[in-house]
């Protein structure tokens, strides 16, 4: 994911690295030149390029890391800032940064600390991505709330089995629980589905045999509050 969008300037405002960038292509500011993108404070050297490498995005050579472009990343992007995926809404939260990864969490993967290499962050469509910014200290437990695995599940899931598309809510729920096997086995099943339109009584019964032990393990394995937001899905 570029930065584009999602940083400000000081003596000099704009709404988005966009904004600057065609305002800095006809002016040319000097590299010293305080500026604020999208609420973030910067210079126009900063902005522009470090080290060789476009910190927002745009350059083709190759990204190089180096302690000065981690440094601007985490300033720009502090720990706490969120995004949401508009194509499958699934949010993703910033927990820290290590060498040259951003460690993150994942709606996708819950109660995992994934790597997303710095690198394939920038070539990202921001497009895509709804950007939250860090809260302020006195809204943490609004954003635990709102980035709750559990919670986040059975939003999603909600509506896929409120829509009869329990097949994909299996799936779901197997990629919840980290169970791989159940995973491929809820995959063939509801590709089959998919295909014919309908499943056939074992299929069926073999999708229901396996999300009961599923959920039959959620309940042993999760907090209460957590499996009631998870089985409350089905």
Known sequence: MRLINLIPLHEIDFRNQAAFDAYNKQHKLRPDTKVNIAGKNTTAGQASKIKGTSVFGGSKKPFSGGVDVLDTVQKLL?????????????????????????????????????????????????????????????DTNKVTQQYNPAQAFNQKVSKMTDNNAHSAAAVELAIYMDDKEAVSKLQQIKKYHDNRGYLQPGEAKERGEIVNNLLQRAQKELPKKDFDLVSGAF
């Open 78 to 138: 502090p720990v706490g800032t969120g995004f949401t995926d508009k194509k499958t809404g699934n949010k993703i939260l910033i927990k820290g940064y290590k060498d040259n990864d951003m460690l993150v969490s994942h709606d996708k993967y819950p109660n995992k600390i994934l790597k997303w290499p710095l690198k394939q962050f920038f070539k990202l469509d921001t497009k895509r991505f709804q950007f939250h910014p860090k809260p302020k200290e006195n």
